[in-house]
């Protein structure tokens, strides 16, 4: 039966079973409500032995419905198997009928159905309005969170400006759900849902109740009054329906404008049959009636857009804001017949200037959509012309997404011939951006405006022609090899010239006139060559503050792979020709050597070329010995012990045996060199081959124990040597002591290693110490020797660090393990005093690698003081205070040490420990200021060094906040009382002391203390004549004026508690976010709810809730910077004259927005519309051009660890990388200053850092 059954129905035609599926849905339906009506019927709900009636079947549930019914009808297994979801859905559906009608559950919790709700709303309107359009007002007033008292008005009837007085009440009374901003995951579908109903619902009305001038008149009129309120959900929801409802209104007048359109092309094409009759009657009237319905749709927009555009696009809400915008330049685009026009442009434009980054973002986007369409052009012109200027400034955005998106935007004006060339002069300069989206932005925009039209576009052909318009671009930047590699970054993914190998290494190969490819072109090509290898294989040219691990792809990886291997041919036929012709070029031969360490070297066995991969290593070698600047060393090394360590068999062995021959003529140079020292006119030889040695010992150890004797025996020797020479042979020295330590085995030691070691230690600090004390004796007798001075400090900080004995007290190598004296750690602190306190415009700046950042001696040298007092290698009361009291004299970067060696001490000291900390470091400090300004006659609190002994009062003092200030306060009394005795030990010379430190801390303590503290301090003054020098005793009656000020503002006058403890209860409730929705109109806009904390202002509300008692000159803070600063080190580049984008260009205010509709000729607003308290919640724009500035943190590099560590060996300037990043208080974005923290902590540590830190230092997104 079955079988005939589903045979049977396989011969019915699609229609007809379409019918009968129908037929039987609706049985199914109408069987199932009656017999579940019946089940309710029959069932007593009190009887306990009946069971209860069936349920709405959830997510997992078995049902329990019976299946005969399908067999009814001869239906198979497989379609009753087919129809069981629309069965049970119907099931839920009869079960609770009032479900589709309610329309707030639909937007809540029935997405799928929110098309079918409006449908049914439809046709319920048109057969009752009232009922339904009261039905749909309450569901926008459920919507916009107002759950209660919403059946006790008809909303249809009474006045609209009443209605939504009640219904704020009622918010303000009742509280509200806001079902937008919920983070709840029932409602994260409820945005999509509301605007898809109402979408659903126009559309539904468009042949209809659309034109009754009864659903659409009332709806408008209330969301335009609801966008008025004070509640943020309230305008919320009010700017999203009625955009919403704008955007279906261009949707039905397009369709409109089709239908007219038709049939202005039927009507012409019937009177040139007939000129009068039925048909063309009909067709007349058709035309009529579609056109008023055009120009009824046009006014519904434009009443909407009048009534609550053009207030809410300047909302305090930048979501509405943001809201508004998008949705205008969707209108735009989709209907330019009606706002492609300078009435509606300019709100566009003027949101260039908003101060929230994603409301600029999508002015950019909504410009972007427009000037993409070339249709759009001609009306664009006055716009273009008007806001042009405010577009270039744009791709100079604090947010890296608004800049990237402008910069894409100027691409389309330079599309269309809209922009002057010498209008991008500013636009150039960002090739070399720290943020790689903005570099390759500007790339693109560069690669298609100058060096695709080379080409006429196309890459395949000429691409010569592109290289050389590269090197011209390149000509600009060619000062700096770091610059060079940020343009290279930028253009690279597009130019495909820059990885066609055979051209480049053509171009450079062959015999050109000085006309064509000058040497500066060679030297940049040989950097594109170069930079391109690296970046064929994945490898990075720029730094980059994204340390995060990057996982390729299969695809990825083969692409690398294949990528590799073409370069790699590509190399073996002509890097050793390239190394010959500029073996003596020092700025070409460093990149050139570095290629094969990006090689895949097993090719060359593959391709038969054993004696070029010799060759090309016996020039490397030659490279190394007739070059001596630092970084052709250094590559050179990198690259034979690549070649030695990554080659196989016979590639192998050649590259070994280049490597020893290259270690062993060294050490005869430098024997020979050592042996000719007082003998030849000059130390360049001595000089040059104690480079060399220092370089290679950095990559591998030279077992050469005479040769060292030999360094150390110079020094015995002669008196007289250079500082340069001194240097290397320390740092070779220290390197070798280095080495021979970690060949020391830790669980086994050998006794003949260890003495040996103990004797070069020993010999090596000796020496370090005699020339400790010459170095002093050169700064004091002023002839500074920075470089000798700094690689001291930082040797002597390494050594004591290797051979803690803390360290290797639970190894067995304690008997390397020493501790230095107090009096040589006072001659060493004294040294690093005379580094940190030297200046000099001119200092020279050391650099780890050729793209790392800048670093400078002084953060080298606090950093190796910092590292001694962070491990306990010398005692922390005796080193630690000198430390912190240059904590805020040497700028960001030696203020973020201290800070990081300050935290790491507080964890082990006690509050008695931490005041007498804090205060000794005060006092020196202090100390400083005093000899500075000893016997100066001017104004002594405004030396520089007071102001840095307040500003390190002031950082310290800080620590003290909020549940601190309690937990410490007798540390902090301690600290006061201190320096109370400390002050009046000489009075009144050092009751300065009272005012630059001090009283930073006093003002931390409670009223009670406070006025002991007085009481103690007028005894102290008591009897004493203080008009006899009244200056100097100006500090003392300051501090106790703030100490005064202090008490009077706790005492509370008569009358006046009651306002304080609401003043209180004001300030504990600023910055909660809870349901509460209104301020007691503290706000300037007084329409919002309880608002959130700006993110700007947060420190200062946290600043605000402890009570204000810093002196107002420690409040002032310094104009932050702008938000991209160039690469620390590049070359300074004069940037173009800023092209002023206030020109014609006014933003609408309170004031001037009529002004501005006047002069474009925009309609008033209908007076029709019912207002409700516009003016309250209207923002203005800031006019003219804002700069938004905040600073970005500079993008920073961590260098690559080598999994199989050793002994960090000393690099001068090559060891410690501690940039120059933006601490956390001046940058938003702060993933540059975790990077520095975790580098900080890795040096105080005295281990390299980790790869998982490196990666833990990822970027940050603004918003």
């Known amino acids: 039966m079955e079988g005939d059954g589903h045979a049977g129905d396989t011969d019915v035609d699609p229609g007809r079973r379409s019918m009968r599926q129908a037929v039987l849905n609706s049985v199914l339906l109408r069987e199932v409500m009656e017999s579940s009506g019946s089940e309710r019927e029959d069932t007593d709900p009190d009887d306990p032995n009946v069971e209860e009636p069936t349920k709405k079947r959830g997510h997992g549930q078995e049902s329990t419905r019976p299946k005969k019914r399908a067999r009814v009808t001869g239906v198979s ?101 806001d079902y937008l901003g919920s983070k709840h995951r029932d409602f994260r579908n409820f945005k999509d ?133 998008t949705a205008i330049g969707s209108w735009i685009a989709a209907y330019p017949s009606l706002f492609l026009q300078d009435l509606y442009l300019k709100y566009i434009g003027w949101t260039l200037n908003d101060k929230n980054a994603a409301v600029r973002r999508s002015s950019v986007l ?31 955005d604090i947010d890296v997404n608004v800049a990237v998106s402008a910069i894409g935007l100027l691409k389309q004006l330079l599309r269309h011939q809209l922009l002057e060339d010498d209008e991008l002069g500013p636009l150039y300069e960002f090739l070399i951006d720290e943020s790689a989206q903005i570099r390759h932005a500007v790339g693109d925009l560069v690669y298609d405006h100058l060096i695709a039209p080379a080409t006429g576009g196309k890459d395949n052909e000429n691409l010569q022609g592109q290289l050389e318009r590269l090197l011209q671009i390149l000509r600009e930047f060619s000062g700096d090899p770091i610059l060079c590699d940020y343009v290279i970054d930028a253009l690279w993914d597009k130019c495909k010239a820059m990885k066609d190998w055979k051209c480049m290494t053509t171009m450079l190969l062959e015999d050109r006139q000085s006309d064509e490819l000058t040497d500066r072109d060679a030297t940049n090509l040989v950097r594109v060559l170069s930079a391109s290898v690296k970046k064929a294989v994945n490898g990075k040219i720029v730094p980059s503050s994204d340390h995060r691990k990057v996982s390729l792809t299969k695809g990825q990886k083969e692409l690398i792979e294949v990528s590799q291997k073409e ?55 030659d490279a190394f010995v007739k070059h001596g600047d630092n970084q052709t060393l250094k590559t050179c090394v990198k690259s034979l012990a690549f070649a030695a360590s990554q080659s196989h068999a016979d590639l192998q062995d050649s590259a070994q045996t280049i490597l020893k021959q290259t270690v062993d003529d060294l050490s005869a140079k430098l024997k020979s060199a050592i042996g000719q020292a007082g003998e030849a006119e000059d ?79 020993s010999r090596l600090i000796e020496h370090l110490y005699s020339f400790m004390e010459s170095a002093l004796d050169s700064w004091e007798q002023e002839t500074p020797r920075n470089a000798l001075t700094c690689t001291i400090c930082l040797i002597l900080s390494d050594v004591w660090s290797l051979f803690s004995e803390a360290k290797l007290a639970p190894t067995n190598l304690l008997a390397l393990g020493f501790r230095p004296s107090e009096d040589v750690i006072e001659l060493f602190w004294r040294l690093c005093e005379h580094r940190l306190a030297y200046t000099d415009d001119a200092e020279e700046e050391v650099t780890e690698g050729p793209y790392a950042e800048f670093l400078n001696e002084k953060d080298m040298i606090m ?81 520089p060094s007071f102001v840095a002994c307040k500003e390190l009062a002031g950082r310290l003092s800080s620590s003290f906040l909020g549940v601190a200030r309690a937990k410490y306060r007798p540390s902090i009394l301690e600290i006061v009382m ?270 390299p850092i980790s790869p998982e830190e490196t990666e833990s230092a990822g970027g940050f997104s603004e918003f």
């Open 77 to 177: 297994s497989e379609r009753e198997k087919g129809g069981a979801k629309r069965k049970r859905h119907l099931a839920a559906v009869a079960e609770n009928p009032d479900a589709e009608e309610d329309l707030i559950e639909v937007l809540k919790n029935k997405g799928k159905v929110v098309r079918q709700a409006a449908a049914k709303w439809v046709e319920r309107y048109e057969a009752n309005s009232d009922v339904a359009l009261q039905e749909l007002l309450k569901a926008l007033f459920q919507v916009c969170g107002v759950q209660s008292g919403l059946d006790s008005l008809t909303w249809t009837e009474v006045d609209i400006d009443d209605a939504v007085r009640e219904l704020v009440d009622r918010a303000k009374n009742d509280g509200l759900e």
């Open 567 to 621: 370069m790699t041919l590509a190399m073996i036929k002509s890097l050793t020709k390239l190394l010959r012709k500029y073996l003596a070029d020092q700025a070409k031969v460093a990149a050139l050597v570095e290629i094969i360490c990006h090689m895949r070297l097993e090719l060359y066995s593959l391709q038969r070329k054993e004696q070029s991969f010799a060759a090309t290593l016996q020039l490397i070698k």
């Open 683 to 761: 130390d360049y030889a001595l000089t040059v081959n104690l480079r060399r040695m220092y370089h290679m010992q950095l990559t591998i150890q030279v077992a050469n124990e005479g040769l060292f004797e030999d360094m150390l025996g110079l020094l015995d020797d002669f008196s007289n040597l250079d500082d340069e020479v001194v240097r290397l042979i320390f740092l070779n020295m220290y390197l070798h002591i280095t080495w021979s330590l970690s060949a020391v085995d830790p669980h086994n030691p050998d006794e003949s290693a260890i003495s040996s070691l103990i004797a070069s230690r």
């Open 366 to 396: 909504a410009l972007h959509a427009l000037y993409a369409v070339d249709d759009n052009i001609p009306s664009l012109g006055l716009f273009t012309e008007r806001f042009s200027a405010r577009m270039i400034e744009l791709a100079d």
């Open 978 to 1247: 201190g320096g109370i005795n400390y002050a009046f030990r000489d009075v009144p010379k050092q009751l300065s002391f009272l005012q630059g430190a001090v009283i930073q801390f006093a003002l931390k303590l409670p009223a009670t203390d406070i006025r002991e503290i007085l009481v103690d301090i007028e005894q102290r003054v008591r009897g004493v004549d203080t008009d006899q020098d009244p200056s100097g005793w100006r500090p003392y009656f300051t501090f106790v004026e703030l100490l005064r000020e202090k008490i009077a503002k706790h005492e509370v006058p008569a009358g006046g508690k009651e306002n304080a403890v609401r003043s209180r209860k004001r300030t504990a409730k600023k910055g909660v976010r809870g349901k509460k929705l209104f301020e007691a109109q503290e706000t300037s806009s007084g329409e919002d709810e309880m608002e959130e904390v700006p993110s700007g202002s947060d420190h200062e509300h946290e600043d605000a809730e402890e009570e204000d008692d810093t002196p107002l000159y420690n409040n002032r803070q310094p104009p932050k910077p702008s938000r991209r600063s160039q690469v620390n080190g590049r070359p300074s580049i004069t940037k173009p004259r800023a092209i002023d984008a206030t020109r014609e260009m006014s933003s609408p205010s309170a004031d001037n927005i009529e002004v501005e509709e006047h002069e474009i000729d925009a309609p008033e607003a209908s007076p029709a519309v019912p207002v409700f308290d516009i003016a309250a919640t209207e923002e203005q724009l800031p006019s003219g051009t804002t700069n938004w500035g905040q600073s970005h943190s500079t993008g920073e590099q961590l260098p690559r660890m080598n999994a199989n560590w050793r002994p960090a060996p000393l690099k001068l300037g090559e060891d410690d990388d501690i940039s120059k990043g933006s601490s956390k208080d001046d940058s938003p974005s702060n993933s540059s200053g975790i990077a520095r923290t975790k580098r900080i902590r890795s040096k105080l540590l005295n281990r």
């Open 193 to 325: 849902n509301l605007v898809t109903f109402w979408d659903s619902l126009v559309r539904e009305c468009q042949d209809g109740a659309l034109f009754d001038q009864k659903l659409m008149d009332k709806t408008m009129d209330y969301v335009i009054a609801l966008s008025c309120t004070p509640p943020r959900t309230f305008r919320r929801v009010a700017t999203l329906v009625g955009c919403q409802l704008v955007t279906s209104l261009v949707g039905v007048a397009k369709r409109l404008g089709e239908s007219r359109e038709t049939a202005q092309r039927q009507l012409n094409a019937e009177k040139k049959k007939r000129k009068d009759g039925p048909r063309v009657e009909s067709l007349n009237k058709t035309l009529s009636e579609t056109h008023e319905k055009i120009t009824t749709v046009e006014e519904m927009m434009r009443k909407i857009f009048t009534g609550l555009f053009m207030h809410r696009y300047r909302d305090v809400d930048a979501d509405i804001r943001m809201a508004c915008i």
């Open 863 to 943: 950093t190796a003081a910092a590292k001694l007092v962070a491990h306990d290698m010398v005692s922390k009361e005796f080193l630690g205070p000198k430390i912190l009291s240059h904590y805020a004299q040497h700028g960001k970067i030696i203020s973020e040490t201290v800070k990081q060696l300050l935290a790491r001490v507080k964890q082990n000291m006690s509050a008695d420990d931490l005041s007498d900390f804090y205060l000794n470091a005060m006092k020196l400090a202090y100390r400083r200021h005093m000899d500075e300004v000893s016997g100066s006659d001017e104004d002594l609190t405004q030396s």
